[in-house]
């Protein structure tokens, strides 16, 4: 069974500051791999994709990079702002199979 | 600007009700896709529809909740008798098999059952 951990569980910095999240997951034999971001609240929405293919998908601000052979995955934030401030989830699917297994997320705080 | 929708946002009912939530997936998506959202187990997928068809609903408790996909523009989520455990939020999402498989989120239902 396929399961995915995130860490840290929270985390607060000041604005400006670059930062990273990470994921691990225990089955190397993924499809893909997305972060999502999730405001109180509110539902999902996707910021990176990365096919079991790639190495690191780049968003404005955010890169997010895979090593599928030691089953991680990081989110870098360069220079964060307030607005970032929200839960980051990491979830990842399965060859032949679009269902998601996601982690427990990772609480980021950004204070001005 | 396309989004899935969902209804209803918000529901309080008593133990032993039926509660059906609803999902308007986005226009053109093939795959739909139920979440329940609980601060113990964090998100899990229920069940998901391909092409109207339901493809995996391992995660669901088969003896209270069914899905359905009347058509391609509705997903139905029932929970019948209701249980305080149900309580969540519970999320549909849509997308696309191809190119990338990038889901979609609504903004979920917040149910409790009381």
């Known amino acids: 069974k396929q399961e995915v951990t995130q860490i840290p569980a929270a985390l607060s910095v000041p604005e400006g500051e670059n930062l990273v999240l990470n994921c691990s997951f225990t089955d190397s034999a993924i499809y893909n791999l997305q972060w999502f971001r999730q405001d109180p609240g509110k539902g999902l929405t996707s910021l990176l994709l990365i096919q079991s293919s790639q190495r690191e998908q780049t968003s404005g601000r955010l890169n997010a990079s895979l090593d599928k052979s030691s089953g991680r995955s990081t989110l870098y934030i360069a220079a964060s702002q307030p607005g970032d401030s929200a839960t980051y989830l990491c979830?990842?699917?399965?060859?032949?199979?679009?269902?998601?297994?996601f982690g427990e997320g990772t609480q980021l705080t950004v204070n001005p | 600007d396309a989004r899935v929708t969902q209804t209803p946002r918000h529901k309080v009912t008593e133990m032993g009700q039926e509660v059906t939530m609803r999902c308007q997936p986005i226009?053109?998506?093939?795959?739909v896709f139920w979440y329940r959202q609980t601060m113990m187990q964090g998100l899990e997928l229920l069940a998901y529809f391909r092409n109207r068809a339901p493809l995996d609903d391992s995660g669901m408790p088969k003896d209270r909740f069914s899905a359905e996909m009347p058509d391609a523009t509705l997903a139905t989520l029932k929970i019948q008798p209701s249980e305080p455990r149900d309580s969540a939020v519970y999320f549909c999402?849509?997308?696309?098999?191809?190119?990338?498989?990038?889901?979609?989120f609504g903004p979920g239902t917040r149910l409790l059952v009381l």
């Open positions: 226009l053109g998506h093939n795959t």
């Open positions: 999402a849509s997308g696309l098999v191809r190119p990338r498989e990038t889901q979609y």
């Open positions: 979830a990842v699917s399965l060859q032949g199979s679009s269902r998601l297994t």
